[in-house]
């Protein structure tokens, strides 16, 4: 893991913006999920109204804006202290002007921000920096088995502590939690957009803990954490991890991918690191979600803990014979859990050719994180 504190790197940021802070239109009502991931009505319990939240700094009619960061130009402070423009992370989201192609800069100081979050549709191209990886923490405690307002499980979508709709997010130096104990599938982020990108952020959680949900969208993770043990990086997205640490905490499965069949890639790490205090030989690499899903694990260290068949089918009689359709490769990894000559006879370890055309640009489609351009 690289630096824990807040810092600017690798990604050259080129739209800046100062957005008025009060008479900002607030988040309506966003589409929810159930537990079989079919669309059902919620809102997020935002104000119908225009005026700042309650808690805010002065706005500006009343005052001066809250001082900038280390000088930094951010246009949106949020500080449980007060000193800042919002007290919490949803009233910031709320004040994003909406439907714009310009970068909003939100600076999220150092505290543990217990709030379950929406950033709706219409709020693109919003960056989230936190002041400490390790301390600025937004955090929830749902889980699929609670019983929600209608008297039904709430269910693994509507477990997420954060749900990410609008496009071009980004996030630095931030840890997204889902704090439930581990009696069933809790989402500590949900994403359903694209072109998402996360630097040196950590991801805590057991079973789901990363939620790439968004069919056809990329997704990017660059010098991360995450941990979990079922499941916890599971999706339809395609998502590329590069110099990630992926902790495993009990036995289990890491990735459960689920892209369509007409989607080129899937899940791709690349130079990652493959930890954890399961007991040896018992995690799997990853298993097929559904029939199509693809996993890549290029250039990984790997610990004792993985299974040396390293994929599971996930039998599921009625998505037919999942080893003829799903697709989990290998090359060059490294460690005592990489043991090609014991691997699942329907995976693939690739040729030196065949890794190389593993690039970024490939994976993701034209689209480069670093850069926020798209050929």
Same mark, same amino acid.
């Given at each position: ?69 280390? @000088? ?18 949803? !009233? ?104 998402? !990108? ?87 690499? @990853? ?89």
């Amino acid at each position: 893991m690289v630096d824990s504190t807040a810092r600017e790197s690798g990604w050259e940021v080129f739209r800046r913006r100062v957005i008025a802070l009060g008479g900002t239109g607030l988040l309506g009502a966003v589409a929810g999920f159930s537990g079989n991931g079919e669309a059902s009505p919620a809102t997020n319990g935002s104000p119908e109204t225009t005026e700042p939240p309650a808690g805010d700094r002065d706005d500006e009619e009343g005052g001066e804006k809250a001082d900038r960061p280390n @000088g930094d130009d951010y246009d949106i402070v949020v500080a449980q202290d007060g000193s800042g423009d919002y007290e919490t992370v949803q !009233a910031a989201i709320d004040a994003v002007q909406p439907d714009t192609s310009e970068e909003t800069r939100v600076y999220i100081t150092e505290g543990r921000y217990k709030e379950k979050l929406e950033l709706p549709a219409d709020r693109t191209d919003v960056t989230f920096i936190g002041e400490n990886v390790e301390e600025t923490v937004l955090t929830y405690d749902d889980h699929a088995d609670k019983i929600g307002e209608d008297g039904e499980e709430i269910g693994t979508s509507g477990s997420s502590s954060f749900f990410v709709w609008g496009d071009d997010f980004t996030a630095r130096n931030i840890t997204f939690e889902n704090a439930a104990e581990p009696v069933a599938q809790a989402v500590a982020i949900r994403i359903d957009a694209d072109r998402v !990108a996360f630097e040196n952020c950590r991801f805590l959680g057991n079973q789901d803990t990363l939620y790439n949900f968004g069919r056809r969208t990329r997704q990017y993770f660059e010098d991360c954490y995450i941990e979990g043990d079922v499941d916890f990086i599971f999706g339809r997205a395609t998502a590329f991890f590069e110099d990630c640490e992926i902790r495993c905490t009990d036995e289990g499965f890491i990735a459960a991918p689920a892209q369509p069949d007409d989607v080129e890639h899937g899940f791709v790490f690349r130079d990652c690191d493959v930890v954890g205090d399961a007991p040896s030989e018992s995690v799997y690499l @990853g298993r097929p979600w559904e029939p199509y899903g693809r996993t890549v694990y290029i250039d990984c260290e790997l610990g004792d803990h993985i299974r040396p068949r390293g994929w599971e089918p996930w039998d599921e009689p009625e998505h037919g014979d999942k080893t003829k359709t799903a697709y989990f490769a290998e090359y060059d990894n490294s460690g005592p859990g990489y043991t090609p000559d014991e691997r699942a006879d329907w995976s693939h370890q690739l040729s030196e050719t065949v890794a190389a055309e593993y690039t970024i640009e490939n994976v993701l489609d034209g689209w480069d994180p670093r850069t926020r351009e798209e050929r």
